[in-house]
């Protein structure tokens, strides 16, 4: 048996070793491969994520020496005004509802909705006759008592003679002393009767309070009207003149309290929802005594004619308060400024068209204008567009000028040295 596996072993030896030759052979190759890709792929890392040349400072958004076309402006010196914006509601000085004051049956409306009413004008009449009849009782009781005080005042005359006869007593004088004041007590009373009835009687004639628009009309001819009506007969809205009340930050008081206290006149200009269009120019009426703890801010009222109506009671505007105004201040475009790392500055031009960061201290703003507190003086050229690609000592060409000699290449120039002259 053990000769049978000897015998067996060789020819399975000789059957495995054929098949591990051609294994070992294939597997070089591969792995062949595998570190060909590793390479390659580390090289495609090395060309991407390896560190990029530092531009040079002269160059622009794309590197190299080639200068940048910018548009510049020139700082001058003007007149600047220092303004404050807040938001308002136009407010009426009067908005008055117009109430009966007595009570009856209203006979006649003699106004129409939406006209423009002066102060006296007839509005409406409520029912007079019972108002009438009044004074007319009162007028009777008033006469009635006058004529007992005129006799009782002629009785006293009598007595006085009397007793200075001593033919009567002086206690008769007396008592009618008392009758005659008495009497005149009683006509004082009628006298205020007849007043007030005349007072109602006036009242039956509605008039206007003050001058401005008839509203919508809030009760129709024939109704029985009633002092207690809260809704009224009509609202007038006084529109000329008209006024805004417009918040400010509290901050800004001293600089207007200063202002009014030396009797200057502030101008209030009221632009619409969207600060694109001027609707009316008036004067700052009033400030607020106090300020709003909720908000830090204060209140004020400015005043406007309102002539072309162009201002609407409860209309949301935009209030621009006139403060003061600078003058031979350095201004230059509000595009010339930029904001970065060393805060608020400017490209200021050079002599030999380059360009360098200019810090500024920024004054008050007017549209596309803004005044230089500090940084710059009339004359100097500061970059208006193209700012976004330059930086420190960049080069520049302006509108019109001519690139500079150091900037042309010489075509008898060395291919080595226009070389060097674009490597970064």
């Not at 007793?163 to 004041?181: C, E, G, P, R």
């Not at 001058?211 to 009224?232: E, I, P």
């Not at 400017?346 to 596309?368: F, I, M, N, S, W």
């Amino acid at each position: 048996m053990d000769d049978h596996i000897t015998q067996e072993v060789p020819p399975l030896t000789r059957t495995v070793q054929p098949w591990l030759k051609p294994t070992r052979r294939s597997v070089w190759p591969r792995i062949a491969w595998i570190m060909f890709a590793l390479l390659v792929v580390a090289g495609l890392a090395w060309v991407i994520f390896r560190p990029h040349a530092a531009p040079p400072a002269g160059g622009g958004r794309f590197g190299g020496n080639a200068p940048m076309a910018v548009v510049t402006a020139e700082a001058v010196k003007g007149e600047i005004p220092v303004t404050l914006n807040g938001l308002g509601t136009v407010t009426p000085l009067a908005m008055v509802t117009v109430r009966t004051q007595i009570n009856g049956q209203l006979t006649q409306i003699a106004f129409t909705e939406g006209q423009q009413v002066t102060k006296g004008d007839f509005l409406a009449q409520v029912d007079p006759r019972p108002y009438q009849a009044a004074l007319d009782q009162a007028t009777g009781q008033l006469l009635r008592d006058q004529a007992l005080q005129h006799n009782a005042e002629l009785d006293l005359a009598r007595f006085r003679k009397l007793a200075a006869q001593d033919s009567i007593a002086k206690q008769q004088v007396d008592t009618q002393q008392s009758l005659v004041n008495q009497l005149e007590g009683t006509v004082k009373t009628d006298q205020a009767l007849v007043d007030n009835a005349k007072l109602n009687l006036a009242y039956c004639h509605i008039v206007a309070p003050v001058s401005g628009r008839a509203g919508l009309r809030q009760v129709d001819q024939g109704n029985y009207v009633t002092a207690s009506d809260a809704t009224g007969l009509v609202v007038l809205t006084q529109l000329k003149p008209i006024s805004v009340i417009f918040t400010l930050p509290e901050d800004n008081l001293p600089a207007i309290v200063k202002q009014l206290r030396a009797g200057a006149t502030l101008e209030v200009v009221a632009y619409d929802r969207t600060r694109s269009t001027k609707l009316a120019a008036g004067k700052l009426l009033t400030v607020d005594n106090q300020i709003d703890t909720a908000t830090g801010t204060v209140k004020l009222r400015a005043e406007f004619q309102n002539a072309d109506e162009s201002l609407f009671p409860n209309q949301f505007v935009n209030a621009q308060l006139l403060v003061d105004t600078l003058r031979d201040a350095t201004i230059v475009p509000t595009a010339a400024i930029q904001r970065g790392a060393p805060g608020t500055f400017v490209y200021l031009v050079q002599p030999d068209d380059t360009v360098t960061v200019r810090k500024v201290k920024l004054g008050p703003a007017d549209g596309e204008r803004v005044a230089i507190e500090s940084g710059l003086a009339p004359g100097d050229k500061v970059v208006l567009e193209g700012a976004d690609k330059l930086r420190e000592g960049a080069k520049i060409t302006q509108p019109g000028a001519q690139p500079a000699a150091a900037d042309k290449v010489d075509p008898s120039q060395k291919p080595a040295q226009r070389q060097r002259r674009s490597t970064p």
